[in-house]
């Protein structure tokens, strides 16, 4: 797979479902460490991956127990940025069934090609959050974004 954009999309389906499945060998085969999140009102740094592995047990089960069953998220652009690395926009929505349980948020990852995979080294998610991982993302500017 030569095309960044479908490179992208891959790594996102695989984290959403490592998410939603709650499978964390899927979702720290598919990050680096260390692994950076920024949002609007935070700048994370995690360290390690046993540091992640927390994390994302605490985000995943905060997920699923707040009903959340799909977390959907589609590549808008993507482009190389040397050779081992991808940066690339993308639009998530979190869904309880057939409701999204908030609007959809714009995100961006940094993808670098570690030992021939495709790993996320940063995620930008362009919403407010309090603290990370938080049970859903604010959009930016808006009010009772929550529901």
Not at 53 to 72: A, M, N
Not at 88 to 99: A, F, K, N, P, Y
Request: aromatic share 8%.
């Amino acid at each position: 797979m030569t095309d960044p954009r479908q490179i992208y999309q891959a790594v996102l389906d695989k984290l959403s479902r490592a998410i939603m499945s709650g499978d964390d060998a899927l979702f720290l085969e598919n990050i680096a460490a260390p692994h950076y999140v920024e949002t609007a009102s935070e700048k994370i740094v995690i360290a390690t991956l046993d540091d992640a592995r927390d994390k994302f047990h605490i985000w995943s089960l905060t997920l699923r127990s707040g009903g959340i069953t799909d977390y959907l998220r589609t590549c808008k652009e993507a482009r190389f940025e040397g050779p081992d690395r991808i940066i690339g926009l993308h639009g998530s929505r979190l869904m309880r069934g057939s409701e999204e349980a908030m609007p959809s948020f714009p995100s961006s990852l940094d993808l670098e090609n570690i030992d021939g995979i495709w790993k996320v080294r940063r995620v930008i998610q362009h919403a407010d959050y309090v603290t990370w991982p938080d049970l859903l993302p604010r959009v930016c500017g808006a009010d009772n974004a929550q529901t």
